[in-house]
T-cell receptor
Framework: NAGVTQTPKFRVLKTGQSMTLLCAQD?????MYWYRQDPGMGLRLIHY???????AKGEVPDGYNVSRLKKQNFLLGLESAAPSQTSVYFC??????????FGAGTRLSVL | EDQVTQSPEALRLQEGESSSLNCSYTVSGLRGLFWYRQDPGKGPEFLFT???AGEEKEKERLKATLTKKESFLHITAPKPEDSATYLCAVQARGGGNKLTFGTGTQLKVEL
């Protein structure tokens, strides 16, 4: 019973490099989310999806893109990484507007 | 704009020493208030959802309560394994599925 799985767990990038974070859920949830967590700040929503093929902007979407080609997967892309994107990224999923279940996180450093 | 303030930022308790964590919120119509527990290096783990003032929920040594302006997480006779960061989040009515998180209370329970 995996729940929400994020890959990779850790990553170090150089400024300007690109990468994709993968989130997979096995709970058949319609809604999926990407958050970032920084010291002294609460979790902030980057983008979310209410179903396969749909995406929407959250609170801090600049510099990120997302795709939801399959119901169980939600990808977060950084096209040109910046040091300000150094953070811990969490994916979550939910059945409708209910409890959000989180993955273990991806720790990203941009040098 | 929805806001969540948690206090204290950090709390140290002796094993068996009961206490309460506070979550004050302002929201344009509360749909739900959520409590999560987050262990170091892991994702938030769901604890409780409260929907209306006066509601209470319990799980082992934890009890969550809700008023129109704040929520409390009461910890009775804590054990070292209760050490974690406790996060509070609110969901506004008509705000879709967006959660606004506080910055958390870091709890350490010592022997």
């Amino acid at each position: 019973n995996a729940g929400v799985t994020q890959t990779p767990k850790f990553r170090v990038l150089k400024t300007g490099q690109s990468m994709t974070l993968l989130c997979a859920q096995d709970m058949n949830h319609e809604y999926m989310y990407w958050y970032r967590q920084d010291p002294g700040m609460g979790l902030r929503l980057i983008h979310y999806s209410v179903g396969e093929g749909t995406t929407a902007k959250g609170e801090v979407p600049d510099g990120y893109n997302v795709s939801r080609l399959k119901k169980q997967n939600f990808l977060l892309g950084l096209e040109s990484a910046a040091p300000s994107q150094t953070s811990v990224y969490f994916c979550a999923s939910s059945y409708g507007q209910n409890i959000q279940y989180f993955g273990a996180g991806t720790r990203l450093s941009v040098l | 704009e929805d806001q969540v303030t948690q206090s204290p930022e950090a709390l140290r308790l002796q094993e068996g020493e009961s206490s309460s964590l506070n979550c004050s919120y302002t929201v344009s119509g509360l749909r739900g208030l959520f409590w999560y527990r987050q262990d170091p290096g892991k994702g938030p783990e769901f604890l409780f959802t409260l929907y209306s003032a006066g509601e209470e929920k319990e799980k082992e040594r934890l009890k969550a309560t809700l008023t129109k302006k704040e929520s409390f997480l009461h910890i009775t006779a804590p054990k070292p394994e209760d050490s974690a960061t406790y996060l509070c989040a609110v969901q506004a009515r008509g705000g879709g599925n967006k959660l606004t998180f506080g910055t958390g209370t870091q709890l350490k329970v010592e022997l």
